[in-house]
């Protein structure tokens, strides 16, 4: 939702998202949309930064089926955070029913997926950094969930030795351990 919004800066037009639902019954050729089911807990509000609410989603099957999860990245700021990234899930019966997705929060799936608080799952553990863009898979062979994300140390300037794309490690997609990360491309 870019309408009222401020740029995010360089001519880039500001946005307010939120993380919907779509299903398709025919292989993927069409898809119906459901509605949201991720958004900020903060409102739209066109006076503040230009970028705000939560987006670029990533959603899988955990590897027993029971639940699906979706990563996101967090542009709501909240508590002096920067731009992290965020998890929710829903039991995989209950996948079209968008109230269904609770938000990861204070180590539990007990905030709601629409308004609900969050807590970060990955974050740039940086100063002027943000975590972003997550895709998260289980890779059987080593019996470990595997994201990969960016990080934008958006103070480097033209010498960027921080920022870049790096993997992640875990035992159960919800835990990821600052030294279980790596950076693989500058």
């Known amino acids: 939702d870019q309408e009222g919004m401020k740029t995010v800066g360089n001519g880039i037009p500001g946005f307010y998202c939120r993380v919907g639902l779509a299903v398709s019954q025919d292989d993927g050729r069409t898809f119906t949309k459901r509605g949201p089911i991720l958004s900020g807990q903060l409102p739209k509000d066109s006076s503040g930064r230009g970028d705000r609410g939560v987006g670029e989603p990533w959603v899988f099957a955990e590897p027993k089926g029971e639940f699906l999860y979706a990563y996101y990245t967090s542009h709501e700021r909240v508590n002096g955070r920067g ?52 895709h998260v898979v289980f890779v059987p062979a080593l019996r470990q969930f595997v994201m990969m994300f ?29 030294e279980r990360m790596q950076q693989i491309w500058k």
Not at 150 to 178: Q, T
């Open 83 to 134: 731009v992290q990234i965020c998890m929710a899930r829903c039991p995989a019966a209950d996948a079209l029913k968008p109230g269904a997705w609770k938000k990861f929060h204070a180590g539990g799936f007990t905030e709601a997926g629409l308004g609900g608080k969050d807590t970060p799952g990955m974050t740039s553990g940086q100063k002027d950094a943000d975590a972003l863009f997550p």
């Open 150 to 178: 960016c990080l934008n140390v958006w103070r480097e300037g033209n010498k960027p030795e921080r920022s870049g794309i790096y993997a992640a490690f875990s035992d159960d997609g919800i835990h990821w351990p600052r």
